[in-house]
């Protein structure tokens, strides 16, 4: 049997670049620890990556391509269970880049990337769920007037970026751990529809109250 090609050391830095700012926070993780973890040189390291800007750019283009190919699917969403599931994915996503989210207003401070960049994709965010609003209203599952759209879409956008910063203050030490992925990304999930329940029809509302219930979204820890 053929042995697998060894995956290329840059992608490898960048894989172990993330778990580790996934689980001790971008500011906590230092380049000697992660060519340690890597079991490889500092001076390899810095041949791939002579920066640790250029680690969390390097992660933050991976990021805004998922991202992006995620949100262009909101314009499919028709009625309440397409926009559970859409949520649940873009937070699974978030989830996946958490340390953008954790450290946020410190990466902010440091990288002029960043900053851009993350301007952009809250546009990009609130245009797709502007799309999704649209979507649900054309296929009769909620009727919102424009000014009501344009807030309910902030509205959810600040939910869903804050969200795990949120999940994080009301439980440090184990909010952002593997182990609570799940519960986290229901309650987030759940709160953000929850914004949408003034304009949705009766049967949508009741809908979307069995799915919260049924995936355990409703349970919101606090």
């Known amino acids: 049997m053929a042995k697998k090609a060894p995956r290329r050391t840059a992608e490898r830095i960048l894989e172990v670049t993330l778990a580790l700012f996934n ?3 971008e500011p906590n993780v230092s380049t000697t ?4 973890e890597l079991g490889i040189s500092p001076g390899n390291l810095y041949y791939h990556y002579p920066a640790k800007d250029e680690l969390i750019n390097a992660l933050l283009e991976r990021y805004e391509k998922a991202l ?4 262009g699917a909101s314009e499919g969403v028709r009625d309440v269970e397409d926009a559970w599931f859409f949520m649940h ?3 699974e996503r978030i989830w996946e ?17 960043l900053e851009t960049h993350i301007k952009d ?5 609130t245009t ?10 054309h296929d009769g599952a909620l009727a919102i007037t424009v000014s009501e759209r344009e807030a309910t879409a902030t509205h959810m956008v600040v939910m869903l970026t804050w969200w795990l910063s949120y999940e994080y203050v009301r439980d440090p030490r184990r909010a952002l751990e593997p182990e609570s992925a799940q519960l986290a990304l229901l309650r987030g999930a ?3 529809l929850h914004l949408l329940v003034p304009y949705l029809q009766p049967l949508q509302r009741q809908h979307l109250l069995l799915l919260a219930g049924a995936y355990g979204g409703s349970d919101n820890g606090g």
Request: aromatic share 12%; no cysteine; proline share 0%.
């Open 23 to 25: 689980r001790f926070g």
């Open 128 to 137: 797709a769920f502007r799309t999704l609003l649209d979507s649900l209203e």
């Open 121 to 125: 994709a809250l546009l990009h965010k």
């Open 33 to 36: 620890l992660i060519s340690a």
């Open 68 to 71: 992006g190919e995620l949100l």
């Open 97 to 113: 880049y958490r340390f953008l989210y954790r450290d946020l207003n410190d990466l902010l401070s440091k990288n002029r990337k």
């Open 89 to 91: 994915t873009l937070f």
């Open 190 to 192: 759940h709160h953000v």
